[in-house]
């Protein structure tokens, strides 16, 4: 599966984006989706996940209230809403595809940068 994230940008700390990740290639809602972030020098980082069907999503304790995942099969594509932004969450967001049988995400997307400025 060919995924593609779209949305990144700057942003001041307390706003918000919505983040857009197209998938395509095989039957999208096989796959369970999960967005996750990586700042310079650290490691990718968990942030948020769905299931094939929408039904269970689950987050990362630090951006948990502030952050909704959600997906739409009928168009093949997965969403992260970011609100409350801070500039901790400033880093580049990847999206990920994982069979629903797998562990570990197999398929990934080439990022989109989100920068916080305080």
């Known amino acids: 599966v060919q995924l593609q994230a779209c949305g990144g940008g700057l942003v001041q700390a307390g706003g918000s984006l919505r983040l857009s990740c197209a998938a395509s290639g095989h039957t999208f809602s096989n796959y369970d989706m999960g967005w996750f972030r990586q700042a310079p020098g650290k490691e990718r980082d968990f942030v948020a996940g769905?299931?094939?069907?929408?039904?269970?999503?689950y987050y990362a304790n630090s951006v948990k209230g502030r952050f909704t995942i959600s997906r739409d099969n009928a168009k093949n594509t997965v969403y992260l809403q970011m609100n409350s932004l801070k500039p901790e969450d400033s880093a580049r967001y990847y999206c990920g595809a994982r069979d629903r049988t797998a562990v570990t995400y197999g398929w990934w997307g080439q990022g989109t940068q989100v920068t916080v400025s305080s």
């Open positions: 769905i299931t094939w069907g929408g039904g269970t999503t």
